[in-house]
Structures are given as structure tokens and as C-alpha cells.
């Protein structure tokens, strides 16, 4: 079994996931990789808190709230998230 990182298409995709389930209607295609999540997408506290707790989940990345500027985009989300993840 080879041990591999979290890629960054599979960070992406996470990072979606976890966006829809905040935002169900949300356009993924209009939202630029660079662009403010919780401004673009108008997340309050709970709901930043719940896509954090929802991409924790998915990627197996522990997340702490030190690390919350880290998720100001998708970008930065996927960079964070790649760098974090245990081998699988």
C-alpha cells in the first residue's frame, strides 16, 4: 500500500463538498480560486465554523482556529489543506 498525501485535486473537491453543504446554491464556476469564501459566499460564524468542521472530516486534517486565516480562499484552502494532510 503506498502512503500519499492529500493532492490537490482531491483538496479541491473537498473544499467544494464542503462549500455546497454550507451554500447548496452556491456557483462554484463564478467563484474565483482567490476570492474571500466568507465574504463571496456571505458565511456567518456558524457557518464558517460548519465548513471548517466539514473539510476537518473529509481531509483528516486537524484544523485550529489559529489556522482559520489559512481558509480565507479556495486557493489558500487547497495550499493549507495539501500541506497538512496525513499520509493515507
Do not use: H, Q
Not at 460564524?45 to 466539514?54: G, K
Not at 481558509?71 to 494532510?85: H, M, V
Request: net charge negative; glycine share 2%.
Amino acid at each position: 500500500m503506498t502512503d500519499t498525501a492529500l493532492t490537490p485535486e482531491a483538496a479541491r473537491a473537498a473544499v467544494a463538498t464542503a462549500i455546497l453543504r454550507i451554500v447548496p446554491d452556491a456557483d462554484l464556476d463564478d467563484l474565483d480560486d482567490d476570492a474571500r469564501l466568507r465574504s463571496e459566499l456571505e458565511l456567518d460564524s456558524l457557518d464558517f465554523l460548519s465548513f471548517v468542521e466539514l473539510l476537518s472530516s473529509a481531509t483528516g486534517v486537524r484544523i485550529d482556529e489559529a489556522d482559520y486565516p489559512a481558509l480565507a480562499s479556495t486557493a489558500s484552502c487547497i495550499e493549507f489543506l495539501t500541506s497538512r494532510a496525513p499520509a493515507r
